[in-house]
């Protein structure tokens, strides 16, 4: 199983990054994608997911309404649409993948990883 995100940047307060997320070795099926994210100094957070357990989308509360999380199977790939960026989100974001479908978007339940992808937003 192998995760390659992209799209990370460099990008001013109140602007947009669209961050990508290619897996194969897995299908889509019952498994969650989530997508976390790693702030200096800051433990791993979850930031949404698509996932069977909540029924299509989740996102915390910190993202929602700004960010928006969607899939095109038939490319395995998973997208993170990210508006109205600030400082606060400045971070390295991980896409992952949860085999189990549990159902809390937590780092230790999620099976397989990307390496990152940094999003710096300037204020």
């Known amino acids: 199983v192998q995760l390659v995100e992209s799209g990370g940047g460099l990008v001013q307060a109140g602007g947009s990054l669209r961050l990508s997320c290619v897996t194969t070795?897995?299908?889509?099926?019952?498994?969650?994608r989530g997508w976390f994210r790693q702030a200096p100094g800051k433990e791993r957070e979850g930031v949404a997911c698509i996932s069977p357990s909540y029924g299509g989308t989740y996102y915390e509360d910190s993202v929602k309404g700004r960010f928006t999380n969607s899939s095109d199977i038939g490319k395995n790939t998973v997208y993170l649409q990210m508006d109205s960026l600030t400082a606060e989100d400045t971070a390295i974001y991980y896409c992952?993948?949860?085999?189990?479908?549990?159902?809390?978007?937590?780092?230790?339940?999620?099976?397989?990883w990307g390496q990152g992808t940094q999003v710096t937003v300037s204020s």
């Open positions: 992952a993948v949860d085999l189990e479908d549990s159902p809390e978007l937590v780092p230790h339940d999620y099976d397989y």
């Open positions: 070795g897995v299908t889509f099926d019952d498994e969650s």
